[in-house]
């Protein structure tokens, strides 16, 4: 059975761009996939912790010293990496804000990068442990960024894939979309374009 991780982090719900994209699409992957398993996260509504010194602490303490507390920090992020092991596909809504990624999206892969889980190192450097996957990441941006330096969505979700071991990523934008009505519709035009050559 083939599962799929849908992780959205856009500030406006089920309104999002980027949440509503990623929703059109994984609607695709269900009807293709009768039999698929989707695990739905909602980074916003179900927000992590920023990475701090309590949970770095639980994640580097040996299991027989772990406080209760500790312990509910490593099993929160042991479910996490779980998901994603688990998943074939991933789904990411990504907005950009502030010129990166919306901080809860980071607090995700603070919890899920894990040295000796999802990479290693070794003397020829480091390995990521999370091949075989496919990775989409829907968007969405009130200026024009793709291929700028000022793109700082892209090229860190590229990397951080990359060291994880997910070389197979797939980017759908959709710019322009505070640059008004003809902009906006022209960048959502290009997503859906985008979106409906993957279903093809
Ligand atoms: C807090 C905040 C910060 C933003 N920062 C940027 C930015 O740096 N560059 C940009 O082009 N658009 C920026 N925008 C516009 C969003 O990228 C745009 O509204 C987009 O639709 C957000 O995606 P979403 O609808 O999936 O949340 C920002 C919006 C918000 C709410």
Redesign the pocket.
């Known amino acids: 059975m083939s599962t799929l991780l849908q992780l959205n982090s856009?500030?406006?719900g089920e309104?999002?761009?980027?949440?509503q994209l990623a929703d059109a699409f994984v609607r695709n992957w269900q009807t293709s996939h009768p039999q698929g398993r989707l695990i739905k996260r909602d980074l916003i509504t179900q927000p992590l912790l920023h990475m701090d010194g309590d949970t770095l602490g639980a994640l580097m303490s040996s299991p027989d010293q772990r406080s209760p507390a500790q312990q509910a920090l490593v099993d929160e992020a042991d479910t996490l990496i779980n998901e994603l092991q688990q998943a074939e596909v991933v789904v990411i809504?990504a907005?950009?804000?502030?010129?990166s990624v919306p901080s809860q999206l980071k607090s995700w892969f603070d919890r899920v990068a894990r040295a000796g889980v999802t990479f290693r190192y070794t003397e020829q450097g480091a390995q990521g442990l999370l091949s075989g996957k496919k990775v989409y990441v829907f968007t969405?941006?009130?200026?024009l960024?793709q291929g700028q330096a000022?793109d700082g969505v892209t090229p860190w979700l590229r990397t951080i894939l990359g060291f994880l071991g997910m070389d197979e990523v797939e980017f759908i934008y959709?710019e322009g979309?505070?640059l008004g009505e003809q902009a906006r519709a022209e960048g959502l035009a290009q997503a859906r374009k985008q979106l409906s050559q993957l279903a093809a």
């Open positions: 856009s500030l406006f309104n999002g761009v980027s949440t809504g907005p950009m804000y502030n010129f969405s941006r009130g200026g960024h000022s959709a979309l505070n």
